[in-house]
């Protein structure tokens, strides 16, 4: 991405109250049963994908695990996260960066995007991001975006649909799928718009 979207995704955190954005979630339940499936210590490491300043990181610290990154293009969106955890925020690690720019210094056991990936609509942006993951990820990945049903921009932007058998194609054969749902997300709007949520799990090499 470019300096354009960073710009983009700054004014989005800086101008707009989390109930003006339709991703918002009170709760993260979905994301949080895909991570309690992989029955993992509480000592994982996990990292969020664009995680921006989503409650996922709230209830993970809140759960005892004590090996949390976030991610986020937007500086604004990781301190309003940072703010509204206070204290907590200094038991997790804050970077600032676009997922086809991060540089991975370790590997974690779960990388969890909620549409994150959607946003990449270019073969050579998947294939950047798919690159980092490999070298980032020894275990688990959960990746969320919209489904074939769900919207086609967010937040003004042109975004990439998923079916099952599409993004289990992107991410074969270092990655296996483990299992797909599709729910409705109800946006602070009380709007709904259809997600696909898949697990995966590694199982190849970065070859």
């Not at 990781?78 to 676009?98: I, M, N, P, T, Y």
Request: glycine share 4%; net charge neutral; with cysteine.
């Amino acid at each position: 991405m470019s300096n354009h979207s960073k710009a983009h995704w700054e004014k989005i955190y800086e101008t707009k109250l989390p109930n003006e954005l339709s991703w918002t979630q009170e709760i993260p339940t979905t994301s949080l049963q895909f991570i309690h499936s992989f029955n993992l210590p509480k000592t994982a490491k996990i990292i969020d994908i664009g995680g921006g300043d989503s409650k996922l990181v709230d209830y993970l610290l809140a759960e005892g695990f004590d090996d949390i990154t976030v991610l986020d293009i937007s500086e604004h969106a990781l301190q309003r996260a940072k703010d509204r955890l206070g204290e907590r925020a200094l038991q997790v690690k804050w970077v600032v960066s676009d997922i086809t720019e991060f540089k991975p210094e370790r590997t974690y056991d779960i990388w969890h995007d909620r549409a994150t990936f959607h946003f990449l609509t270019t073969p050579e942006k998947v294939s950047k991001y798919l690159d980092i993951a490999k070298s980032a990820v020894n275990s688990y990945m959960i990746i969320c975006t919209f489904s074939s049903n769900g919207p086609q921009k967010c937040s003004g932007l042109q975004i990439k649909q998923y079916n099952e058998q599409d993004l289990t194609k992107e991410l074969q054969p270092v990655f296996t799928k483990i299992r797909c749902i599709t729910e409705d997300h109800i946006t602070p709007f009380n709007t709904a718009q259809n997600f696909l949520f898949c697990s995966f799990r590694r199982t190849g090499n970065t070859k």
